[in-house]
């Protein structure tokens, strides 16, 4: 049975759905990603999970329990690391770790989970003196440290430098090879790329598509990309009739083309047979950014106007 099952969930704000028939199961020790463009629903439902907000309808079970009804019952096998939190300014982080794990009945050490997420240097420090990066970490070694069976993080590594950032994931995989599930809400495509063995893409509170993230990469419209700048100009039409061909742009002289391998065997005889040379020339992978703005594109520009 998964340990977290979503069926068929609805949650609207004043009449206006938020989430809209939303469908997922994540099996025990897997890392499952949430995607979606701000405002798609992710947060609503991720909440809906953990038990902080009622559907209007649908089924939600963790590990086989109703988050609302049975809230206490979940709590002790779910860690959450919340988009949105404060603790109290003046509260220490020595005195969060220690109270947090007062809380568990077998609590893990927060010790080493400090030193992991580079908080012992601010055991003393208040809460209301750290910045936002260091909030971030003590909220999740407090999502943590009650050893949970699942974890939700919403936004994991939001307001972390690169190398902090880095280091969180190594912890994220370390905590999924003791068996733990981690329920991951992200917008950082390379994070979730990543850590997810498969992600649920939400758009407009719908799932528009849930697969690993090679397969959402093999999904996109251009799953191999090539760029090159022509030694002399080539003929258009000739360019837009290349077989399995999804896009082609022209930039200072520059030509990118996104479409399969067979495109690119295409643009190389191509090439050869006008004799034109290619410099500069990059042949990469798709990446999930590009997956994610072909299953989102119009909602993402939609949220830019």
Known sequence: MPVIEVMDLRKSYAGRPAVDGVSFAVEEGEIFGVLGPNGAGKTTTVECVEGLRVPDSGVVRVTGLDPVADHARVARVLG??????????????????????????????????????????????????????????????????????????????????????????ELIEDVRTRGVTVLLVTHFMEEAQRLCDRIAVIDKGRVAALDTPAGLIRRSAGSTVISFTPSAPLDEAELNALPALASVEHRDGR??????????????????????????????????????LDLTGDATKEAAV
């Not at 069976?149 to 969180?168: F, N, S, Y």
């Open 80 to 169: 959450a690391q919340l988009q949105e939190s404060e603790l109290q300014a003046k509260l220490t982080v020595r005195e969060a770790l220690e109270l947090y794990a007062a809380f568990y009945p077998k609590p893990l050490d927060w010790g080493p989970l400090a030193e992991r997420l580079g908080l012992t240097a601010k055991l003393t420090t208040r809460f209301g003196k750290l910045s936002g990066g260091q909030k971030q970490r003590l909220f999740i070694a407090l999502a943590l440290i009650g050893d949970p069976r699942i974890v939700v993080l919403d936004e994991l590594t939001t307001g972390l430098d690169p190398r902090a950032r880095r280091d969180t994931w």
């Open 255 to 292: 030509i990118t083309l996104a479409g399969t391998d067979e495109t690119v065997n295409a643009v190389i005889t191509l090439l050869a047979r006008h004799r034109v040379t290619a410099r500069q020339l990059r042949v990469s992978d798709a990446t999930l950014d590009d997956a994610f």
